[in-house]
């Protein structure tokens, strides 16, 4: 409790400037990450379903790729949301 008493000034007197970077470095971070995870999920079962059924591998790559669309929208939406911050203040 003692050191979160320290801390609390520190963080008091920071510049909104230097919010908005933290929260555009989180913003980035966390869109990014999630769409990685997203895209590896999906690509491992477009492999695993093709594995299974080779003859429709062709309408699981269209599915494949319109997902990969879908999910690098929500990350490039996490870029927006993060330049936003940083050049807005």
């Given at each position: 409790?003692?050191?979160?008493?320290?801390?609390?000034?520190?963080?008091?007197?920071?510049?909104?400037?230097?919010?908005?970077?933290?929260?555009a470095g989180i913003?980035?971070?966390?869109?990014?990450?999630?769409?990685?995870?997203?895209?590896g999920l999906a690509?491992?079962?477009?492999?695993?379903?093709?594995?299974?059924?080779?003859?429709?591998?062709?309408?699981?790559?269209?599915?494949?790729?319109?997902?990969?669309?879908?999910?690098?929208?929500?990350?490039?939406?996490?870029?927006?949301?993060?330049?936003?911050?940083?050049?807005?203040?």
């Open positions: 409790m003692n050191t979160l008493l320290n801390i609390m000034p520190v963080l008091l007197a920071m510049d909104p400037k230097g919010f908005a970077g933290l929260g913003a980035i971070g966390l869109g990014a990450l999630g769409g990685a995870i997203g895209m690509a491992g079962k477009a492999v695993e379903a093709g594995a299974r059924q080779p003859e429709i591998f062709s309408k699981i790559q269209t599915l494949l790729l319109t997902a990969i669309v879908f999910i690098e929208s929500v990350a490039i939406y996490a870029l927006v949301t993060a330049l936003l911050l940083i050049f807005t203040f």
